[in-house]
């Protein structure tokens, strides 16, 4: 069923966006974008841009640890 309630988080211009993460302990949505190298993250609910984050390598892939560690798969390894 079509639900026209639905809204935008988040407008933002990503060449290649992958890897959507949603962190429960920081009510946080993580992304990559891959061929930018980057990492975004927005609160839910908040009205500012996301937070962006240059990565000296490409960055494809995130995962929580914790409340205060993400787990980054980037073209040279795991961090």
Known sequence: ?????????????NQ???SPLWHPMLNTFFWVDINKKLLLSKKI???SQPKTVNMP??????AWI???????????GLY
């Open 1 to 13: 069923m079509f639900d026209p309630s639905v809204t935008i988080f988040e407008s933002t211009q």
């Open 16 to 18: 290649l966006a992958e």
């Open 45 to 47: 609910h908040s009205e």
């Open 57 to 62: 390598d490409t960055l494809s892939a995130i």
């Open 66 to 76: 914790d409340e205060q560690h993400l787990l980054l798969g980037t073209s040279t």
